[in-house]
């Protein structure tokens, strides 16, 4: 049984090997044996391909040579090829660098000019802005001392106005008064005037 099993194995290696690498568990399928059958002939199948392989003829030592020499040439010229490209490409590299930097020093510079401009305008609105405030309490300052003001004259011109009414209220006395004292003394003139001819 066990000699069927392994050239089962043998056979089913075989034919999958022809399309892709046998495994334990495509040998045991196809093979229909266990898996340790499987597992041990499929070793053994692969230690005979391996042994029947190093079997080969030796090379002439004339082919080797040229196939040194052609691996050299082709070494030589993929190695001058690297170091072409790797030549350009460190160019490239470096010119795009100096480009990149070029530009990252435009826009710094383009910053801090708009930065600078920025800051001058706000310094200037703030000096108008300190302008305007003290403008405005100057004005402040200034309504108040007309507010003042106009009060102080309100009340001089009603001052002046009670002293006017209590200056006339008194010429009004005295005219009374002094027209009073006319008529009491015309009367005593004209009796004294009188009592001679008498």
Do not use: C
């Amino acid at each position: 049984m066990s000699s069927t099993a392994r050239d089962r194995v043998f056979a089913a290696a075989e034919q999958i090997s022809a399309e892709r690498r046998p495994t334990v568990s495509t040998v045991r399928s196809a093979a229909g044996v266990s898996n340790a059958d499987a597992t041990r002939y499929l070793k053994e199948w692969a230690e005979e391909k391996q042994s029947a392989g190093g079997q080969v003829a030796a090379t002439p030592p004339a082919i080797l040579e040229q196939a040194a020499r052609l691996a050299g040439a082709v070494w030589a010229e993929a190695s001058a090829l690297a170091n072409e490209r790797h030549a350009a490409a460190g160019e490239l590299w470096a010119r795009e660098k100096k480009e990149l930097n070029e530009e990252v020093a435009e826009l710094v510079a383009d910053l801090d000019k708009v930065t600078a401009e920025k800051e001058s305008a706000v310094s200037g609105l703030v000096a108008k802005i300190e302008e305007l405030e003290r403008q405005l309490t100057t004005i402040a300052e200034q309504l108040e001392q007309a507010r003042i003001a106009g009060q102080e004259a309100m009340a001089e011109a009603a001052a002046a106005a009670t002293r006017a009414a209590a200056a006339q209220a008194r010429a009004d006395a005295l005219q009374e008064a002094h027209d009073a004292l006319l008529q009491r003394i015309t009367p005593e003139q004209t009796q004294s005037a009188e009592e001679p001819d008498a």
